[in-house]
């Protein structure tokens, strides 16, 4: 199932892909049914098998075009944001760091995200914005201490993201990633939510890419990930409960901006897409920001 987040009336919904670029608006196929893609995930498969019964023959009035539709982030309010840096073995090389032994951690901020379609602005701190195509993975069923071989589990979807970085704000405090990574608007998360049913075990094999203004700068696979999805799952809830909903980011391949002779950085006005095989198409444009 292909889920995303729309605008709907005066609020937001879920909506289903239904091919032939049509997606059903939820709020008026099911209106007694979930309201929120956290509901759906959480829902499990008999929830998510009810809302497919009900999309096969869509309501008048409840298709929208997916050209027209004014997407949000898939999740719009996530309890927690998880990052992982240095995941693959040639960014890792490309930044002059060592290879990590330990998954790196750091945390994004609900105001960081931006949806597919939307600005992603670069801030007058500074001009070192830079890209980063990741897979998220999103939770869909509660857990701790989750040992690894059931790890997946607990995973209800796929998605893509952008892990905007402004680089030299990331160095400000002593190496520490926060404050270069939370920048309003610099996540782009979308379009969509792609349940694991259609995807390879653990999101990988997948290729993953990166292209500005139509140039491939970003050009992996996830299967190169140093710690793979079971692994960050099965580590994180060691320390904390994960829930419906939270989002787990799992890292950038080589080819950021950081590592180039010159160095590319995004500028207002660049189309920044991430796209990572049978998950979808991410894009944003870049605009001046405050």
């Not at 049509?22 to 709020?27: E, F, Q």
């Not at 890792?92 to 994004?108: I, L």
């Not at 857990?143 to 990331?170: H, I, M, P, T």
């Not at 409960?241 to 890292?251: K, Q, Y």
Request: proline share 8%; with cysteine; glycine share 12%.
């Amino acid at each position: 199932m292909r889920l995303c987040t729309i605008r709907s009336g005066k609020g937001s919904a879920v909506g289903v892909k239904v091919g032939g670029g049509k997606i059903v608006d939820l709020s008026k196929q099911m209106p007694r049914g979930p309201k929120t893609m956290t509901e759906v995930l959480a829902g499990g498969r008999a929830l998510q098998a009810a809302i497919a019964k009900a999309c096969a023959k869509p309501k008048a009035g409840a298709l929208v075009s997916e050209k027209s539709a004014k997407y949000l982030p898939p999740v719009t309010n996530p309890g927690k944001i998880l990052c992982i840096g240095l995941n693959y073995r040639k960014h890792a090389a490309e930044t002059g760091s060592p290879v990590p032994t330990y998954p790196v951690v750091f945390v994004r901020f609900i105001s960081t995200l931006t949806p597919h379609n939307g600005k992603m602005p670069r801030p007058t701190a500074s001009p070192q914005l830079d890209w980063e195509a990741e897979l998220a993975v999103v939770i869909g069923r509660k857990g701790r201490n989750v040992a690894k071989e059931k790890a997946l589990s607990l995973v209800g979807g796929y998605a893509c993201f952008n892990d905007g970085s402004v680089r030299d704000w990331q160095r400000k405090s002593g190496g520490q990633f926060t404050l270069g990574k939370n920048f309003d608007g610099t996540g782009g998360f979308g379009p969509d939510i792609v349940t694991p049913d259609e995807l390879p075990k653990g999101g990988a094999p997948l290729r993953i890419q990166t292209r500005v203004n139509g140039v491939t700068m970003q050009d992996s696979n996830t299967d190169d990930l140093i710690f793979d999805v079971p692994t960050l799952i099965a580590e994180l809830s060691k320390v904390m409960t994960l829930e419906p909903g939270d989002v787990i980011i799992t890292g950038t391949p080589s080819g950021v901006a950081m590592a180039r002779d010159p160095q590319p950085w995004l500028k207002p006005g660049d189309v920044c897409e991430v796209e990572i095989e049978k998950i979808g198409t991410l894009r944003n444009v870049v605009v001046q920001g405050a």
